[in-house]
């Protein structure tokens, strides 16, 4: 009975963006856990106590997508938003 109330299929988009989300939270869980700087998961690491390790934290800071990112414009939709900023060039 239970399985038959959730188990819609007007339901399955709502699985599919759970489980996408709870996807990207894990990666980045994941992500901080291996190669963030500033988490030290082992003990040994954990008792340095606060280190002073600037080049692996821009290491860290700069990832691919920052730096693919970095030199574009901040526009989702630049052609979308320039067709209904100026309709007269259109």
Known sequence: MATNR???P??????A???VAIG????QLVRNMRINPEVRVNKV???AGILENFEEGEKY???AIRKF???????I??????????????
């Open 6 to 8: 959730w188990l819609r």
């Open 10 to 15: 007007e339901v399955y988009p709502l699985f």
């Open 17 to 19: 963006a759970v489980g």
């Open 24 to 27: 990207i939270c894990g990666l």
């Open 45 to 47: 690491k954990r008792a």
């Open 61 to 63: 800071s700069e990832h």
């Open 69 to 75: 990112a970095r030199n574009r414009p901040p526009e």
């Open 77 to 90: 939709f630049p052609n979308l938003n320039r067709f209904f900023s100026d309709p007269q060039k259109n």
